[in-house]
């Protein structure tokens, strides 16, 4: 039987995540209208905070450290980019494609969940997806369509930096799923802000120093991006909470909730146009999420048997750190 109060507490939460992402999603083409370029800065106040919070709880606790640190480098690499490239994207598209594309990354969860977390969905499951893809492939046939009415100046090339950074989101969202079942959700925290706040300085200070010097710091600007940092801070940390108690694959479904959001801000708060297409895709990528939700506890039982069955071995490679290495390197 489905446990109800588990699968509200997921929901609840994956609807908080949503409305999180759909905040700095609406922050950062704010930041973009304005003529302000400086994706990393956006994030980088996020990942110090998560770097000093958990990186406090961690040397309090004084736990065994149960992870390779460039692991953990190479993971906070992975966000920082894709982070850099969704921003970036809000400079050449609108805020809706983004939004719409963001289903991109349910197929490469899939497949990354299926090669690494050896997870098997049957047919109608594969087919929810595919039915998803297509969606977002008409997204990006009506940006073509409205090129002058799409909310960018290049919108096909947002749109791919989406595709882009929607697939290493679902890279860094599998191997943290694994992280947080088999490692330590604190330790995955702590190390992600520390080497993503390190990676996101070097990057400020070469590519986005003069940006900064220019931008009229104003209490406006400056509390935007204080509440991005804010947002970025919870976002992460639910994040964590919803992967090791429902998995990716639900919080990748709960994203897909702020398309909703993401319409309604651009017909009310920007009084664009939307074009006809844009509602067909979002019509075909609903479709694909009932059919594919509608295996849902099928994924989960699976997942909890190969758990089961895995559990000793796991435990018993994170003791030596040997299979720990192996999985995380390939998931990387």
Known sequence: MINTRKTLIGLGLGQILSLLSTSVSFTSSEFARKGISAPTAQTFLG????GVVYGGVMLYRRPTIKGKWYYYFLLALVDVEGNFLMAKAYQNTSMTS???LDCWAIPCVLFLTWVFLKTRY????IAGVVICTVGAVMVVFSDVHAGD??????????DLLVIVGATLYAVCNVSQEFLVTNADRIELMAFVGLFGAIIGAIQVSIFERGVLK???WSSGVGLRYLGIAIAWFLFYSLLTVLLKTSGSAMFTLSLLTSDMWAVLIRIFAYHEKVDWLYYLAFATTAIGLIIYSMKEKDEGEQRKLVDEKDSESLRDSLVG?????SS???LA
Do not use: Q
């Not at 799409?150 to 096909?156: H, Q, Y």
């Not at 750190?321 to 290495?325: A, I, K, R």
């Open 47 to 50: 990942y110090l905070l998560l």
């Open 98 to 100: 983004i939004m719409l």
């Open 122 to 125: 049957k047919l109608m499951k």
């Open 149 to 158: 009415r799409a909310g960018g100046s290049n919108p096909v090339k947002g």
């Open 214 to 216: 220019s931008i009229d």
């Open 321 to 325: 750190n040997n299979g720990f290495e």
């Open 328 to 330: 995380i390197i390939r």
